[in-house]
């Protein structure tokens, strides 16, 4: 398993969001997180990357334990991390937004350039010499993901990549991961029982900062009662 949480309890101040995490990933995965708001999703990916570090329990990452660790550090491994609210960098134009991020992998390796990022996603090619802050919602997402692809990330997770967005650019996040599952292994929440099902192998569900339920995408797509008790917001 390149990934493996284990027994993760994760607290805000004295509330506890995890209790007792535990999931794992083999390389090349590309896995969904589904559950209600507030059942823990984006905490497990911020346990992860270290902005919300475990009380108990342990991150292990590509056989080590990353567990608390900060998340600079935890990037440099190979861990990109893409939060819901995108963080574009405000005074800096989309190529300066990309050329801060820019580095070498954790294995010296280098797949993502400038030049590249353009190659691939021409909007953000049309868009290199404006402020990245006065872009859309879609345009945003795009740029988020693309930076964070410069720091050349082996596990990428993604939070709520669709929050906000108009369906037509919801398909081309849908593109974008299948694209990158290629050669990243990825995790990512998602509101949408569709469309993560759509584009991962595996999903796990939370419910009260537990998983309570984890499947093939294929099986939990025709497990309409499963879907109803855990993920219906009835």
Known sequence: MILELNDIHTYYGESQALQGVTLSLSEGETVCLLGRNGAGKSTTLKSIIGLTPPRQGTVTWRGQDITGQPPHRIARLGIGYVPEDRRIFPGLSVRENLEVAERKGVDGDKRWSVARIFDEYPMLAE?????????????????????????????????????????????????????????????????????????????????????????????????????????SVA
């Not at 990245?132 to 345009?139: N, P």
């Not at 993901?145 to 108009?166: H, Q, W």
């Open 127 to 231: 868009l290199a010499d404006q402020d990245g802050s006065t872009l859309s919602g879609g345009q945003q997402q795009m740029l988020a993901v693309a930076r964070t692809l410069m720091i050349e990330p082996r596990l990428l997770l993604l939070d709520e990549p669709n929050e906000g967005l108009a369906p037509v650019i919801v398909k081309q996040i849908g593109a974008l991961i299948d694209a990158l599952a290629a050669t990243t292994t990825i995790v990512f929440t998602d509101q949408s029982v569709h469309f993560a099902l759509k584009h991962a192998q595996r999903a796990y569900i939370l419910e009260k900062g537990v998983v309570v339920h984890e499947a093939g995408s294929a099986e939990l797509r025709d497990d309409v009662a499963t879907q109803q008790r855990y993920l």
